[in-house]
Each structure stands twice: as C-alpha cells, then as structure tokens.
C-alpha cells in the first residue's frame, strides 16, 4: 500500500472514483422538477391574477396526488415508465424521494421519511397561505 492510499480515509475508500453521471432523460426531469419546485416557492409572489389562481390551485393538487400516489410525484413515475414500461421503478432512488434525495445530495442530511413529509406539507401550507393572503390583497 501506498503513502497516498494509506492517507485515504474510509469514506473516500467507499466513494466511486466518477461520480454516476445523469443521462438525458434524468436531466431533463431533474431539472424540471427544480424549475417546478421554484414556482412553488416563489410562486406566490407573481403579480398577475391568473398565474396566482393557477399556483392556489397547484399547490393543493400536487399535495393530493403525491398523497393518493404513496407520496410519489408523477413525473418520477413518468420517468420510469419511459425507462421500464412500469408506472414504479424500485431502482430509482429519486421515486418518491426526490427532495430526500436532493437534501441528502446537496446538504448531506440523512432525513427520513416522515421528516421529509412534516418538512414538505409544512412548506406547501405555508406557501399556500402566502399565494392567498397576496392574492386577496391584490384582489381586494
């Protein structure tokens, strides 16, 4: 063993000399789930009516569906359906875990999953709540 492999602690042993890379497909979701997630949170502040009707309804609806979907998103599913021809793919990690994923990833938080969900409908509530009281205020 060498001086250099002998300084290498165990968790860069553990690590992958090259990260797994994205492919197309899982870019282009990635990324448009982020694009989604910053209309959620900065959705409320648009000054136009019809985009803050469409955002209170938004909100409500993404909730039901990831409740009514065993908290999966639809475009996760999409994603693996594309990939599978199965609506659920137990392979890829982000189904039903992509902001548990994204946390993980970016922050290095090792949340579980109700964590996750307290974090989330906390969030939706309140960003909801945001959309409405300036859409009343604009509106009235």
Known sequence: M???EEDKTGLESALPEAPQKRDLLGNF???LHFAVMIFVVLGWLVPWEPVLIFYLALLPAMVAQWRFNKNSCVLNNTESWLRTG???DLHNVEEGAWLKTLAENTLGL???HWQVDAFTYTVMAFL???GLGHFLRWAG
């Open 86 to 88: 199965q609506w659920r």
């Open 128 to 130: 909801w709540l945001l």
């Open 29 to 31: 979701c990635f990324y």
């Open 110 to 112: 090792k949340l579980v």
């Open 2 to 4: 060498t001086a250099a």
